[in-house]
C-alpha cells in the first residue's frame, strides 16, 4: 500500500504551493461588474500582430521561428517559408480583418508587437485610425520568463516607444507572448503608463493587482481556447464552423450565467491565421452572432480597465 500523502511521515513531492499563488480566486462569488446598459457579458476581440517580430536569422535573430501553419524549424539558414507565412498577415490578412470589423462596428485591441510595428507602422496606424485599440506584446514575439530584468525593462521601453511612433499613442495594455516573467508585471506597473496586462489565463473576470504609489493595475484574464491558433495542425479546429460554433457557445454560456452573475469573453485573433479566406467565415459567425444577441458589450480591453478601475473607485469610495 503507498503512504498516505497526508501522513506527516510522507512528505509530498515538491512541498505546498508559494503563498503568492492565488487557486481560489472569487470563491464562486464573484463581483458584479455593472457592465454598460445592462449587459451580461463583455466581448474583448484581441488581434495579434506579430508579423515581422518572430525570431528571423535575417533579422539578426539568434535562430529561426519553428512555428508558423506547420511546426519545422530551419537551423543555420534564412527560413523564406517560415518568413513569408508571417508575411500574410501583414500584406492580405490585416485587410480583410479591418473590414470585417468595420462591417459590424465593432472595435477590437490590436495586440502588436514593437518591431512589427517598428517594421511596418500601418499595422498599428491603420488600426488606430479606425477606433481600435493598439496595445504593446512585446518586442519581439517571444517568451520573457528568465530574462533579466534590466533586459526586460528595456524591452517594456522600445515597444512602447515603437507603439507610441507608429500610431500616436502610448500602449496602455500589455499581453507577453507565452509566459511572463517573475518581473513583468511589476515592471508594467513601475512604468506608470500601463493599466492593464493580459498575463492571465486563470478567470473570466478582471482583477486588480496591487499597484505601485498608489497607481491601481487591472488584470484582464486571456484564454487560449476561444482563439485561432487552434488551427494549427491537431489543434482542434479545421472548418471555419469551428471557430466561430466554439466561441458562440462560449458566449451563450457566459450569457446564461450572466443571469445573475455576468463576467467576461477574450477571443483571440492573429493576422496570419484567421486572416486567410477560408477561416474568415468563422469569425464572421461570431461577430454575426453577437450582433443579434442582446446583453452583449463589445469593447476594446483598455476600456474594460478602465470601467474596472472606475467600478473599484467607486466601492472603495
Not at 495594455?173 to 515592471?187: D, E, F, K, M, Y
Not at 492573429?270 to 463589445?298: C, F, N, Q
Amino acid at each position: 500500500m503507498p503512504p498516505d500523502p497526508s501522513s506527516s511521515a510522507a512528505p509530498v513531492p515538491g512541498g505546498m504551493p508559494p503563498a503568492s499563488r492565488d487557486l481560489a480566486g472569487y470563491r464562486g462569488r464573484p463581483p458584479d461588474p455593472r457592465w454598460p446598459d445592462g449587459a451580461r457579458l463583455a466581448v474583448s476581440f484581441v488581434v495579434n500582430v506579430e508579423e515581422g517580430a518572430e525570431l528571423s536569422l535575417s533579422s539578426g535573430d539568434e535562430r529561426n521561428e519553428s512555428v508558423h501553419e506547420v511546426r519545422e524549424e530551419v537551423v543555420g539558414a534564412p527560413d523564406p517559408c517560415m518568413e513569408t507565412h508571417f508575411a500574410y498577415g501583414s500584406r492580405a490578412g490585416v485587410w480583410r480583418i479591418l473590414g470585417l470589423f468595420d462591417a459590424f462596428g465593432a472595435k477590437a485591441t490590436f495586440s502588436a508587437c514593437g518591431r512589427a510595428v517598428a517594421a511596418t507602422p500601418v499595422l498599428a496606424a491603420e488600426p488606430h485610425a479606425r477606433g481600435h485599440e493598439v496595445s504593446a506584446h512585446g518586442w519581439r514575439w517571444e517568451r520573457l520568463a528568465g530574462m533579466p530584468e534590466p533586459v526586460e525593462r528595456a524591452v517594456i521601453a522600445r515597444t512602447v516607444e515603437a507603439i507610441a511612433e507608429g500610431c500616436g499613442e502610448r500602449p496602455v495594455g500589455w499581453h507577453t507572448r507565452s509566459a511572463p516573467s517573475v518581473n513583468t508585471r511589476r515592471l508594467l506597473v513601475e512604468d506608470g503608463g500601463f493599466l492593464y496586462d493580459s498575463d492571465a489565463y486563470d478567470d473570466d473576470l478582471p482583477r486588480l493587482a496591487p499597484g505601485v504609489g498608489g497607481r491601481a493595475h487591472v488584470i484582464l484574464p486571456y484564454a487560449f481556447d476561444t482563439n485561432d491558433m487552434r488551427f494549427a495542425p491537431g489543434a482542434g479546429f479545421v472548418q471555419p464552423e469551428d471557430f466561430g460554433r466554439y466561441c458562440t457557445a462560449a458566449a451563450d454560456w457566459l450569457l446564461r450565467e450572466g443571469r445573475t452573475a455576468p463576467k467576461m469573453l477574450s477571443i483571440g485573433l492573429h493576422l496570419r491565421i484567421i486572416g486567410r479566406p477560408a477561416r474568415m467565415r468563422g469569425l464572421e459567425m461570431v461577430l454575426e452572432h453577437l450582433a443579434r444577441t442582446p446583453g452583449v458589450w463589445v469593447a476594446r480591453r483598455r476600456d474594460i480597465a478602465r470601467h474596472w478601475l472606475a467600478l473599484a473607485g467607486a466601492e472603495r469610495g
